[in-house]
C-alpha cells in the first residue's frame, strides 16, 4: 500500500477536466457569436453598427427612402467617393491636413458633427464656438426645413455663434446652417439624435432622415485615427513629453543608481560558517523511533519500512519508481520463487498492531531484500 500523497497525472486530469471543459465550452460560445454576427461593424455614428452609439437604424432608414450610402473612413476614401450629394463628416477634428476645405467644395451639401475651432476655420470662419452644454429635448425656433420637420429633438453638447446674417441658427445655437457658393454646410453640436438608442425619442429620425436625405447620395465619413494621412501629424512619445518632465525623470534616474551605488552590498568572497551542530544520521533515525514508540504508531512505522524495502527493491529489480507495489511484488516473487502470498503480505500486508508485529514485520523486509540480493 503505498502512502505517496504526491498528485499523478489521473488525479491532476480529474480535478481539471471541469474547469478546461467550462473554458472551453466559453471560448466555443464567443467563437458562435462572433461568426453568427458576420462582417459588422463596431464604433460611435458607424452606419454599420448595431451597438447603442451606432447608427445603423438611420442608415437603414435612408436607404429604404432610396438614399445610396457610402461608407468610408480616410481621407482617400472620401476624396474617391466622388462629387455633389450629402457628405457627413462624424469628428471633422479628426480630418488630416485641410482635408475638410477641399471636400467641402466638392460636395452640395456638409455636415459637421460637434466640429472644432480648426474644423470651422476651414469650412465657415464665420461660425465661433461658444461653449458646451448638457444634451436635453429642445424647440427648433427656426425655419430650417430638417427641424422644422422635426420639431422637438435631442440636441446640446457643442454652442455656436457667428456674425453672418444669412446663417440660420436652431435648437439654442446648437444647430447652424449656412449657404455657401458651393453649397449648404450644417453644423451640429452632437450626434445624439442619429444613434441607435436615441433614434425613437422625440423627433430624431425625422431630423436625421431630413438633415442626410435631401440628395440621393450620402458620404458617410467616419475619420479614424489610422488614417494614413494622419502618419505626417503624427509624434513620437518622446516628444509629447514636456521638457520638465524628461529633466525631472533624467535627475531622478541619476538619484537612483547613487543611493543604490550607496546601499548596495558589498560582495566579496563565500565565507564558509561552522554548523552549530553535527547530528549523526543513526541519532536521528533512532529519535524518529522514538518519537513513533512515544505516540503508539506502530502501524505508521510498519508502512514507513515497507516503503523504504519497495523503494530499494524498485532500484534493485530495475523498476520505475512510479511502479505499483502489486508490481513489485510479482518481480520479487518472479526473482526469488516465493509465493505472492508471502511476499504480498510482507511488502503489502495489513498495517501491524503492536512492537513485536513490528519487529516480525523489519525481520521479515530484511530477509525478502536478502533474496533478492542472492537471486
Known amino acids: 500500500m503505498s502512502t505517496s500523497v504526491s498528485p499523478d497525472l489521473q488525479r491532476i486530469w480529474r480535478g481539471a477536466r471541469v474547469p478546461l471543459a467550462v473554458l472551453l465550452l466559453i471560448v466555443l460560445t464567443a467563437l458562435v457569436l462572433v461568426l453568427s454576427r458576420g462582417d459588422q461593424t463596431s464604433g460611435d455614428l458607424e452606419p454599420g453598427s448595431y451597438e447603442p452609439g451606432g447608427s445603423h437604424a438611420l442608415a437603414h432608414l435612408l436607404e429604404q427612402e432610396g438614399v445610396e450610402i457610402s461608407a468610408v473612413h480616410t481621407l482617400a476614401e472620401a476624396r474617391e467617393a466622388g462629387d455633389g450629394g450629402t457628405l457627413l463628416v462624424t469628428n471633422p477634428d479628426l480630418v488630416p491636413g485641410n482635408g475638410l476645405s477641399e471636400l467641402s467644395r466638392r460636395v452640395a451639401h456638409l455636415v459637421l458633427i460637434a466640429p472644432g475651432p480648426s474644423s470651422l476655420a476651414q469650412t465657415v470662419p464665420s461660425v465661433k464656438v461658444n461653449g458646451s452644454g448638457g444634451e436635453r429635448v429642445l424647440e427648433p425656433d427656426c425655419t430650417v426645413g430638417a427641424a422644422v420637420a422635426a420639431g422637438t429633438a435631442t440636441l446640446g453638447g457643442g ?33 445624439t439624435p442619429l444613434t441607435n438608442d ?68 558589498r560582495l566579496g568572497p563565500v565565507v564558509r560558517e561552522p554548523l552549530p551542530i553535527v547530528v549523526r544520521a543513526a541519532e536521528t533515525a533512532e529519535g524518529r523511533a522514538r518519537l513513533y514508540r512515544r505516540g503508539g504508531a506502530a502501524g505508521h512505522a510498519g508502512e514507513t519500512l515497507r516503503e523504504a524495502a ?66
Open 159 to 191: 454652442h455656436y455663434r457667428t456674425g453672418d446674417r444669412t446663417a440660420r441658427l436652431c435648437y439654442q445655437a446648437t444647430f447652424v446652417q449656412l449657404g455657401g457658393p458651393s453649397g449648404t454646410t450644417t453644423v451640429v453640436g452632437t450626434g
Open 198 to 265: 436615441r433614434i425613437a425619442d422625440e423627433g430624431n429620425a425625422a431630423f436625421g432622415m431630413r438633415l442626410l436625405g435631401d440628395h440621393p447620395r450620402l458620404v458617410w465619413y467616419v475619420p479614424s485615427t489610422a488614417d494614413p494621412a494622419l502618419a505626417s501629424r503624427q509624434k513620437p512619445f518622446v516628444e509629447l513629453i514636456p521638457p520638465g518632465w524628461r529633466y525631472g525623470a533624467l535627475t531622478a534616474g541619476i538619484a537612483v543608481v547613487l543611493f543604490a551605488l550607496w546601499r548596495a552590498r
Open 310 to 375: 519497495r523503494g530499494r527493491l524498485r532500484t534493485r529489480l530495475g523498476l520505475p519508481r512510479e511502479a505499483e507495489p502489486s508490481a513489485v511484488v510479482e518481480t520479487v516473487c518472479a526473482r526469488t520463487g516465493r509465493a505472492a502470498a508471502d511476499v504480498g503480505a510482507v511488502l503489502c500486508g495489513p498495517p501491524v498492531r503492536d512492537e513485536p508485529a513490528l519487529v516480525r514485520l523489519a525481520d521479515e523486509l530484511d530477509r525478502v531484500e536478502r533474496e533478492v540480493e542472492r537471486s
